[in-house]
């Protein structure tokens, strides 16, 4: 579905010192951002973009270069331009709540579980969890995603208790802070995040 470009009341300002292709790149890239140009949907086509804002095709191609380098159009050969899906490109440091962060972008979040085992802390694992040797642990491996884009692999360990199922409640509702509330005595009050390209 093409969108109506009639209906944009943007203008280009050919007086301006600012290139007229990149005056139309932030145009259309403020239309993807605002949500009128939606994941999928086809640009108009160039003739009709250049006959809407009286410039060149040259011109339009240009800007839908600028907005193929940056990720926000992918062209597909003898089909048009389409706007592509939002990428998360910022690495977050904070530790916020994935399904949140997730929804937040307008995407949605999923959580598989790969693996699942109860295991003895040996002297490094106590000493993390700082618990006694050999108290029994629950391993777990995810994987955090969108639509069917892999985010984040996951290894956790928690402390086992029989009487509170976290592992269940993570996967109903993968909030730090609720199973903190719910399912133990101790939160954690330091975490290591290690990154890799």
């Known amino acids: 579905m093409k969108k109506n470009y009639n209906q944009e009341t943007e203008k280009i300002d050919k007086d301006s010192f600012i290139p007229i292709y990149y005056q139309l790149a932030k145009i259309l890239e403020r239309q993807i951002l605002k949500g009128k140009l939606q994941p999928g949907e086809s640009l108009a086509s160039e003739n009709e973009i250049a006959k809407k804002y009286d410039i060149s095709r040259m011109t339009v191609r240009k800007a839908i270069s600028e907005l193929a380098d940056a990720g926000m159009v992918y062209t597909e050969k003898g089909k048009g331009t389409f706007v592509a899906k939002p990428k998360l490109e910022d690495v977050v440091f904070e ?39 050999n108290t029994n642990c629950l391993y777990y491996r995810l994987l955090l995603s969108t639509q069917e884009e892999p985010l ?46």
């Open 152 to 197: 984040i692999y996951e290894n956790k360990y928690v402390v086992y208790t029989k009487q509170k199922p976290i592992l269940e409640s993570e996967l109903n509702d993968p909030s730090l802070s609720n199973l903190a509330t719910h399912h133990g005595e101790k939160f954690p009050t330091m975490s290591r995040r290690v990154l890799h390209a």
């Open 95 to 133: 530790l916020k709540n994935f399904h949140e962060e997730i929804k937040s972008r307008g995407m949605q979040p999923r959580t598989k579980l790969l693996k699942v085992k109860i295991v003895r802390a040996d002297e490094l694992l106590a000493e993390k969890l700082e618990v006694p040797l």
